[in-house]
């Protein structure tokens, strides 16, 4: 099945700072998004990007699907951003997920 | 619009004894529905999923099973609990008709002791 590989697995930050989460995948795929799990484990969508460009505020996303990798882009972080960012992917199947970047925003 | 509902939010139970957690979606027909468990740390695990009323595909051999009595009620269920049962259990839900994004529960914690 396909690899889902994030990286880096921990990541701290001075609120401020920018960042950049990368995901790599071993197959094509037609599905991709990012999550984002706040410290109380809810799951919240942030984009649904299977190819191309999306920015939502002060995060975007960029795929290349034909070099199989996806990044998130965290601008001017605060500290309302720490959680961990999950990728996941799928081609025919359900989704895959990666094993996350666990991101820590202190002030 | 689409809510996703999931309960119990915690519970603790011995080892041995049966489990059912309950999801329920609203505002949404035929919708595709997953059991995902996260176990200490991080990574999410497809347990079930299930495109129609009584269609359920398993992706991980074990000692649950879940059953789809209706349309956007998905049950998560065990005879007998191991310890190795504990986790964060989310239930998920996307559209039953095309490629989108997945929205998630809130979760269950489950502590078997």
Known sequence: GIQVEQSPPDLI??????????????DSVN????????????????????????????????TVATER?????????QTTD?????????GNTPLVFGKGTRLSVIA | SQTIH???????????SPLSLECTVEGTSNP?????????GRGLQLLFYSVGIGQISSEVPQNLSASRPQDRQFILSSKKLLLS???????????GNKLETQY??????????
């Open chain 2, 104 to 113: 998630f529960g809130p979760g269950t914690r489950l502590l078997v002791l």
């Open chain 1, 69 to 77: 990798y996806s990044l998130l882009y965290i601008s001017s972080s």
């Open chain 2, 6 to 16: 999931q309960w119990p939010a915690t519970l603790v139970q011995p080892v041995g």
């Open chain 1, 31 to 62: 599905n991709l998004q990012w999550f984002h799990q706040n410290p109380w484990g809810q799951l919240i969508n942030l984009f649904y990007i299977p190819s191309g460009t999306k920015q939502n505020g002060r995060l975007s996303a960029t």
């Open chain 2, 85 to 95: 049962d504990s986790g964060f259990y989310l239930c998920a839900w996307s559209p």
């Open chain 1, 13 to 26: 930050l001075q609120e401020g700072a920018n960042s950049t989460l990368r995901c790599n995948f071993s």
């Open chain 1, 82 to 90: 720490s959680g961990v960012y999950f990728c996941a992917v799928s």
């Open chain 2, 32 to 40: 595709n529905l997953y059991w995902y468990r996260q176990a200490a």
